[in-house]
């Protein structure tokens, strides 16, 4: 370990104070009926573990909303591993994805900084050869690889294409995925009509189903024989529109047809086909394909001392259960930036937890690289805020602002309270702790604090790149 990285995580690991925050269990429901244990609050154990750094393992689910899982009230769908994998470590209750589309969060993700912040970020999402992430901009993959990690990202990249913009160029060794939002589940026709499944930077052949494909690969990457502490960002493309299943070849065939007809996006996007059943299906799916890695996980010796997260790139659209959350994906309300998300290390963070605090993807950003004993590039500050001390020695979470801005909408959170202007210019202001849906809205009753709020998400603005005409 480089001596920067053996001095940064000697702190990180060092005693500090137990902290606890108000919890509730999974569902009452659930306990009365026996089915689980119940959660409890979130409490650190410091002092506990083994000191090694840590591998990463962080699995994004795709346009995945906020109650898709069982373990967050889906009553229609089942999802056992990664209901299990909640029981092994913290759900959390009030995560945010760090915008309300793929690819800026994606770019909050790698770089830990607000979507703004980068020409490539303006754009939600991406969807020409003109617009990536600047390879020479600071990553997760490459601030972890610069302190001793070995990267990989498979999956859904969605930060440009080839020829300028590439995993392998933004610090990931390893690249087996697409570059695109979307494509087809078998032929991989993708969002600009051509085929989009990479190994590098070469087409690679498989016309099984992709979500198949890609846990396959990411089985056999977690079973290796690692030397040094590795990431994986492992991105599904489930339950992203188009709406097919393992079994639907006929139909992905069809797509694919009206893809090669010119007719891209139209094809893509499915607007005639999907229901709440292939829904279902499609998230289930990505339940078992999950439950296939962390056994490989497990089968290799690494569980206990590897840091998996899960959660989604934006909340769900068309047939995604977010109730009680109002909005979807491209809006800034709840439905649009609540996410699942999971977090589980046994060698460090205890099971059957959960955690209110509010904590967004920067935030993840943050952590993961003061756990990886890694430091941010002072030239391109970080936006998100590491929750080490809080998972690991029970410090007060860091006090600060969640801010997040698209085109049209903008949002601030600041503890409960949340500022929030709608499409049509006009702004609301909603306490989250009495209505997580929105609808409560005291902009006139609470005239002072919403100038505050509003004051507060017009400074941060005032550093980012404007959008383009």
């Not at 994805?97 to 979507?115: D, H, K």
Request: charged fraction near 25%.
């Amino acid at each position: 370990m480089p001596e920067i990285s053996r001095r940064a995580f000697g702190g990180l690991v060092g005693a500090g104070a137990v902290g606890t925050v108000a919890a509730t269990t999974v569902t009452a429901t659930a306990e009365a009926a026996g089915r689980a244990p119940a959660e409890r609050p979130f409490r650190a154990r410091p002092g506990s573990g083994s000191g090694r750094r840590p591998n990463v393992l962080f699995i994004l689910g795709d346009d995945l909303g906020w109650a898709d899982l069982s373990s967050y009230g889906a009553p229609h769908i089942r999802t056992p591993h990664l209901d299990r994998l909640a029981a092994q470590g913290v759900r959390f209750t009030n995560a945010y994805s760090g915008s309300a589309t793929c690819s800026p969060t994606r770019f909050s993700l790698y770089t830990g900084r607000f979507p703004g912040r980068t020409k490539g970020g303006l754009a939600e999402p991406i969807g020409n050869r003109t617009q990536g992430l600047d390879p020479h901009h600071p990553t997760l993959a490459s601030l972890l690889k610069k302190a001793g990690y070995d990267t990989a990202l498979i999956g859904k990249w969605h930060c440009g294409w080839l020829p300028d913009y590439s995993p392998t160029k933004s610090g990931w060794d390893e690249f087996f995925g697409n570059f695109g939002g979307a494509l087809e589940y078998f032929s991989k026709l993708g969002q600009l009509g051509d085929y989009d499944l990479y190994e590098g930077d070469a087409t690679y052949q498989d016309l099984r189903y992709y979500t198949t494909v890609l846990t396959e690969r990411a089985v056999e990457y977690v079973g290796r024989e690692h030397h040094r502490p590795w990431l994986l960002n492992l991105n599904f493309t489930t339950p992203h529109w188009p709406w097919t299943g393992e079994g639907d070849e006929e139909a992905g065939a069809e797509i694919a047809a009206r893809i090669r007809a010119g007719n891209v996006l139209g094809a893509l996007r499915h607007d005639d086909g999907g229901s709440v059943e292939k829904y279902r299906e499609m998230v289930e799916n990505l339940d078992a394909a999950v439950g296939k890695v962390l056994t490989a996980l497990r089968r290799s010796g690494q569980e206990d001392n590897t840091v998996v997260v899960f959660a989604s790139d934006n909340g769900g659209e068309r047939f995604s259960y977010q109730w009680p959350l109002s909005g979807s994906k491209s809006q800034l309300l709840e439905g649009g930036i609540r996410v699942p998300t999971i977090l589980r290390w046994p060698d460090r963070i205890g099971a059957r937890q959960v955690s209110h605090e509010p904590v967004y993807s920067p935030d993840w950003t943050a952590t993961l690289l003061e756990l990886g004993g890694a430091r941010p590039d002072p030239a391109y500050p970080l936006d998100g805020h590491s929750f080490a001390g809080y998972l690991l020695r029970g410090e007060r979470v860091p006090e600060r602002d969640l801010f997040w801005r698209i085109r049209n909408n903008r949002a601030l959170r600041r503890g409960d309270w949340k500022y929030y202007r709608d499409a049509a210019g006009k702004d609301h202001l909603y306490n989250l702790a009495a209505d997580e849906r929105e609808q409560a809205d005291l902009a006139t009753e609470r005239a002072d604090r919403l100038a505050e709020l509003r004051t507060a998400w017009e400074r941060i603005n005032a550093g980012l790149l404007p959008y383009p005409s």
